[in-house]
């Protein structure tokens, strides 16, 4: 069973315009949540983070928003950027260092 | 200063061969992991180690994967009887938690097994 899932196996977006990227999860129990990015050949690099008492947590250009009654996140990048071009990992954790993480959401910024 | 290194970067290997894979974690970071990436799938939990005891190996598959830290520091996932199923891109994380609390786990470039 998917404890976590990204039902958006891509996104094409403008350069300059917003990047939505979404996240669901099914376990209540979870109570962080992180956005992972990866380049091809590369591992996944941490990109931001909320802790489940938090309902937004901002970095730049980043922001993410948890909606715990709907057990969604969603992964704000504005404006985007053509270096923003990857795959964007949802992971959550359950009070451990354990992390489950969704199939990914591979986002194309275009000029 | 230097991230998480895992080596070989790939490995071609026969059905029900043994296959070792190295991960040198960042320098002084004493929980390390290992996740497992499947094509068209996220990173997959396999093992976390604290220190030098594996603090939770719930992720491991079955007994022919076992993975060992006996320093603290470097750490070898052990594959006996490789299957084809067993192709994926292994991840290895470390991170400096001390337990307790959600440090951010820093990824190597992972190994590319592939079974023939």
């Known amino acids: 069973d998917q404890q976590v899932k990204q039902n958006s196996p891509s996104l094409s977006v403008q350069e300059g315009r917003i990047s939505i990227l979404n996240c669901d999860y099914t376990?209540?129990?979870?109570?962080?949540f992180l956005w992972y990015k990866k380049y091809p050949a590369e591992g996944p690099t941490f990109l931001i983070s909320?802790?489940?008492?938090?309902d937004k947590n901002e970095d730049g250009r980043f922001t993410v928003f948890l909606n715990k009654s709907a057990k969604h996140l969603s992964l704000h990048i504005v404006p985007s950027q053509p270096g923003d071009s990857a795959v964007y990992f949802c992971?959550?954790?359950?009070?451990?260092?354990?992390?489950?993480f969704g199939t990914g959401t591979r986002l194309q910024v275009f000029p | 200063g230097a991230g998480v290194s895992q080596t070989p970067s790939n490995k071609v290997t026969e059905k029900g061969k043994y296959v070792e894979l190295r991960c040198d974690p960042i320098?002084?970071?004493?929980?390390l992991y290992w996740y497992r990436q499947s094509l068209g799938q996220g990173p997959e939990f396999l093992i976390y180690?604290?220190?030098?005891?594996?603090?939770?190996d719930s992720g491991l598959p079955n007994d022919r994967f076992f993975a060992v830290r006996p320093e603290g520091s470097v750490s070898t996932l052990k594959i006996q009887r490789t299957e084809r199923g067993d192709s994926a891109v292994y991840l290895c994380?470390?991170?400096?938690?001390?337990?307790?609390?959600?440090?951010?786990?820093?990824f190597g470039p992972g190994t590319r097994l592939t079974v023939l």
């Open positions: 994380a470390s991170s400096s938690t001390s337990g307790g609390g959600l440090d951010t786990q820093y």
């Open positions: 376990n209540s129990m979870f109570d962080y």
């Open positions: 909320i802790s489940s008492i938090k």
């Open positions: 992971a959550a954790s359950e009070g451990t260092d354990k992390l489950i």
């Open positions: 320098s002084g970071h004493t929980a």
């Open positions: 180690f604290q220190g030098t005891g594996a603090a939770d």
